[in-house]
């Protein structure tokens, strides 16, 4: 499968939950599976980038500190039930400060 069609199939499914989050009612959305797993979307997520981030371009793993230590404080971040936007912030910048002193 060719790299443009992936990345089409990927951004209509990706419009397409969006589309489901607006357009479903109440009654689905407030169902507690559905809140339990809404709640489980922000660690998969900060899971996935950073596991694709231990990787360099030859498929090697590779983690350094200042990367770990970002990841530690997104995780903090989570555990203190901040917004996702604030928990990638948060690992974000610390990662980077650390990268500038390192």
């Known amino acids: 499968m060719s790299l443009w069609i992936m990345l089409a199939l990927t951004s209509l499914g990706s419009y397409g939950l969006k589309l489901a989050g607006v357009s479903l009612p109440g009654s689905v959305l407030n169902h507690p599976r559905v809140q339990r797993t809404a709640s ?54 610390t990662c980077a400060l650390l990268q500038l002193i390192a």
């Open 40 to 93: 489980l979307l922000p660690p998969a997520m900060l899971t996935a980038l950073t596991v694709t981030d231990l990787f360099d371009v030859s498929g090697h793993y590779s983690v350094d500190w200042p990367l770990l230590a970002g990841v530690g404080a997104g995780a903090i971040a989570m555990r203190l039930k901040a917004s996702l936007v604030t928990v990638f912030v948060v690992a974000i910048v």
